[in-house]
T-cell receptor, first 115, second 112 residues
């Protein structure tokens, strides 16, 4: 069965500092991987996704993620965090073929940004 | 892209009552999904709703508790029936469009 682990429940970084959010997955085939962000009172917004090809994926808002098959990881990074990045981040994995998909979400990492 | 709206955005309900959540999409989509996001937990898929057919429920979710309607390609409702405090969650509507999954803003439900 597929699963996603986000080992950090809560992370605090200073504005302007770099950020890395960890995501480890378990999946029996080549995974489809996603990162979503949820701001307070908002729905989830897709930051980036990996289906195949280049293992370094660029997303919106200056985020990127690197797929490392050997480590079963898909960590999210940003070189310089802005106060508006404070939100909850969800990693997800699963099949994403055409219509029906069974995407499994991690438990999320809450990011706090301090001045 | 797909823009999704949900009503209500939040509600406080009494035990034993039912609440119907509406989901409206700004484009026609084949499949709509309903998720539950319990406090401190990940998103859990409740069911998949196809237009013109019965919804498909995930393990642990049943139609009597979470009846779903899908009258057309842009609209769906989820009813949370006979509510208990354990149903307090955020309920999210979701669609897939062009290989991207979009989510509504969610309905925050508190059951007293």
């Amino acid at each position: 069965a597929q699963s996603v682990t986000q080992p950090d429940i809560h992370i605090t970084v200073s504005e302007g500092a770099s950020l890395e959010l960890r995501c480890n997955y378990s999946y029996g085939a080549t995974p489809y991987l996603f990162w979503y962000v949820q701001s307070p009172g908002q729905g989830l917004q897709l930051l980036l996704k990996y289906f195949s090809g280049d293992t370094l994926v660029q997303g919106i808002k200056g985020f990127e993620a690197e797929f490392k098959r050997s480590q079963s990881s898909f960590n999210l990074r940003k070189p310089s965090v802005h106060w508006s990045d404070a939100a909850e981040y969800f990693c997800a994995v699963g099949p994403f073929s055409g219509g029906y998909q069974k995407v499994t979400f991690g438990t999320g990492t809450k990011l706090q940004v301090i001045p | 892209s797909a823009v999704i709206s949900q009503k209500p955005s939040r509600d406080i309900c009494q035990r034993g009552t039912s609440l119907t959540i509406q989901c409206q999409v700004d484009s026609q989509v084949t499949m709509m999904f309903w998720y539950r996001q319990q406090p401190g937990q990940s998103l859990t898929l409740i069911a998949t709703a196809n237009q013109g057919s019965e919804a498909t429920y995930e393990s642990g979710f049943v139609i009597d508790k979470f009846p779903i309607s899908r009258p057309n390609l842009t609209f769906s409702t989820l009813t949370v029936s006979n509510m208990s405090p354990e149903d307090s969650s955020i309920y999210l509507c979701s669609v897939v469009s062009r290989d991207t999954q979009y989510f509504g803003p969610g309905t925050r439900l508190t059951v007293l």
